[in-house]
């Protein structure tokens, strides 16, 4: 199977930082990769594919970038609204396997 | 608007067999990938398995750790999926959601997310 490692698996920053989550998949996935968002006691939501394209109605300060095994997802002035758990997702191969998590605090 | 509802979650004691419905609204399931993945309390995403559309017809993929206690089965007539979850053990105990994962740019991925049904495991 192949392992996707995220770091950090936490951070808090302030309102209008600048943030990036890396991504690291434990072999070639060339760019497989998706990002997704999730807030407390909500459904997650999908963010990128294909590691740097956004799904429709994605605000344009998200952004994905990488390709091969390491990934990185940046959001540009962080507003409150952001404060959620991201994870990424390989669909090169089955099974289909996810990151751990990247919880942003503001 | 497409959209995704899922339902059938509930407490089963270990051993014991429960069916999670998802139905769907605004497109036709037939001509989608649907996955399935579930959220244990407090910890991660984890994949659960998918079915392939029409084209494909209709089959099935599943993680490890549920592959010959879980089945994915489809219905035209009410435009939802099932998830048949047999042998149920503690550590099946999550919130379970089903996903819409189109065709985009030749590659089947996740787009839509139903809200979840949550599923306890326990004696």
């Known amino acids: 199977d192949i392992q996707m490692t995220q770091s950090p698996s936490s951070l808090s920053a302030s309102e209008g930082d600048r943030v990036t989550v890396t991504c690291r998949a434990s072999?070639?996935?060339?760019?497989?990769l998706a990002w997704f968002q999730q807030k407390p006691g909500k459904a997650p939501k999908s963010l990128i594919y294909a590691a740097s394209k956004l799904h429709s109605g994605v605000p344009s300060k998200f952004s994905g970038s990488g390709s091969g095994t390491d990934f990185t997802l940046t959001i540009s002035s962080l507003q409150p609204e952001d404060s959620a758990t991201y994870y990424c997702e390989q669909y090169k191969r089955y099974p289909l396997t996810f990151g751990g998590g990247t919880k942003v605090e503001i | 608007d497409v959209q995704l509802v899922e339902s059938g979650g509930g407490l089963v004691q270990p051993g014991g067999s429960l069916r999670l419905s998802c139905a769907a609204s605004?497109?036709?399931?037939?001509?989608?990938?649907i996955d399935w993945v579930r959220q244990a309390p407090g910890k991660g995403l984890e994949w659960v398995g998918r079915?392939?559309?029409?084209?494909?017809?209709?089959?099935?993929e599943y993680a490890a750790s549920v592959k010959g206690r879980f089945t994915i089965s489809r219905h035209d007539s009410s435009n939802s999926i099932d998830l048949q979850m047999n042998s149920l053990k503690t550590e099946d105990t999550a919130v379970y959601y089903c996903?819409?994962?189109?065709?985009?740019?030749?590659?089947?991925?996740?787009?839509?997310w139903g809200q979840g049904t949550t599923v306890t495991v326990s004696s």
């Open positions: 072999q070639d996935i060339g760019n497989y």
């Open positions: 079915s392939r559309d029409r084209a494909y017809g209709f089959t099935e």
């Open positions: 996903i819409r994962s189109p065709k985009i740019f030749g590659i089947y991925l996740m787009d839509v």
């Open positions: 605004g497109f036709t399931h037939s001509d989608h990938f």
